[in-house]
């Protein structure tokens, strides 16, 4: 019997754990990722509840422990940069943390010996269904044939933009947005964090497995959800106005910033649809149901989506649309358990509305 091709955009964390399991299940499994290699992302993610199973079954529990970042805790500062509290490592670090980009290549390598072919620097252009099948065209590559396409390719995801349409009526802002980067440990913390919360903005910075470096996130409250789509000078032009007049460490870390070579800014935003699927095509993580950052449940999210994806096919035995369905009833109360808090975080932090603004 042949074997069914699958196709997934997005070499993350949802594209490569679907792509484990359906390798498992007798799929042909290629992984098209528009990046030129793995991302390099400097912050660290968690792991709550299931997701636990997912690492065990994936068989990289014990590898990803060891990567743990331990963090012991976080210290609140006030305005002055003066302590005001505590809060237990817990709160940002889940029961286990480690650096996004640690797990990213522990998915890619143990799929890539599993046979799992990845096709890097491309992005699928356009896609055609028919009677058996998808027409995949790409960017750069040559057209190829796929019976099923997945995209776990984030937010702005392109096979949910060619599937069902403009970002923007998808799209929902929390009202806040940030920038990360990393700079050297200058204040010697040893996995701790320090979080200021002054107004519309916070500062937070941690050293974790890498100890001479430090983490820095600076987020504020924006009604402009699509700065993450513009230039780093004008990314770095609102930092600066939101955090302009601060004391404590705020110029120190903008001056930071403008040389950090590992900036990135993004959006709190989150990802409604109706459906997450369409003929041979679904979505998972980010790209269908993102939660937004704030929630720190996206990575559980994105594993748990995949595992549940595969599941669904392996028991329809190729029926795809009873998959589809089946994978959606069993995932949405999960997914909209967590889009909750990630909204009731984000109001907690800058006054976002309670369903979020579209954009
Ligand atoms: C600042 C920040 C902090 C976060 N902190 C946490 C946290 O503490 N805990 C937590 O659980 N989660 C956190 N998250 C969320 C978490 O990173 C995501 O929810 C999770 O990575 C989702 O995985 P994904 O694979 O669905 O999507 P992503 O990780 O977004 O990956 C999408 C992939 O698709 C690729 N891609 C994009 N377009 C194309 C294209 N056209 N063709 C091919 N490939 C494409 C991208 O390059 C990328 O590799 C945070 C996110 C951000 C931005």
Not at 329 to 345: F, I, S, T, W
Request: with cysteine.
């Amino acid at each position: 019997m042949t074997k069914t091709k699958a196709l997934i955009s997005g070499a993350s964390v949802a594209g490569p754990a679907l792509a484990y399991f359906l390798h498992r299940e007798g799929y042909d499994v290629t992984v098209v990722e528009r990046a030129s290699g793995l991302r390099d992302t400097g912050y660290a993610v968690d792991f709550r509840g299931e997701a636990f199973d997912v690492l065990e079954e994936l068989g990289i529990l014990a590898e990803v422990r060891e990567h743990d970042t331990k963090m012991r805790g976080t210290t609140l500062v006030d305005e002055r940069g003066e302590e005001a509290g505590r809060l237990p490592a817990e709160v940002f670090a889940g029961e286990l943390e480690v650096s996004k980009r640690v797990l990213t290549r522990i998915l890619h390598r143990i799929t890539v010996d599993a046979g799992v072919e990845y096709v890097f620097d491309d992005s699928i252009s356009s896609l055609t269904e028919h009677g058996s099948g998808v027409t995949v065209e790409f960017e750069r590559g040559a057209t190829r044939e796929f019976g099923l396409v997945f995209g776990a390719d984030g937010l702005y995801s392109k096979v949910r933009q060619l599937t069902f349409g403009p970002h923007a009526d998808k799209l929902r802002h929390l009202g806040m947005s940030g920038v990360g980067f990393s700079t050297a440990n200058y204040l010697g913390l040893d996995r701790r964090g320090m979080l200021q919360h002054v107004k519309d903005t916070a500062i937070y910075l941690f050293s974790g497995e890498e100890a001479d470096r430090l983490t820095v996130s600076l987020s504020f409250a924006t009604a402009s959800p699509a700065l993450d789509r513009r230039d780093r000078h004008e990314q770095e032009q609102a930092v600066r106005a939101a955090f302009a007049g601060h004391v404590w460490e705020a110029p120190r870390l903008l001056e930071a910033m403008s040389e950090a070579d590992d900036f990135y800014f993004s959006s709190a935003c989150q990802v409604h649809m109706d459906r997450w699927s369409h003929g041979r095509v679904a979505l998972l993580g980010d790209a269908g149901y993102c939660a937004a950052p704030t929630s720190g449940m996206g990575t559980s999210q994105a594993l748990i989506g995949a595992r549940a994806l595969a599941r669904h096919l392996a028991a329809a035995n190729g029926d795809h649309a009873t998959a589809f369905a089946g994978y959606e009833a069993e995932l949405r109360p999960y997914v909209a358990e967590n889009q909750a808090k990630g909204r009731e975080a984000a109001a907690t932090f800058g006054g976002a509305a309670p369903e979020g603004s579209d954009m």
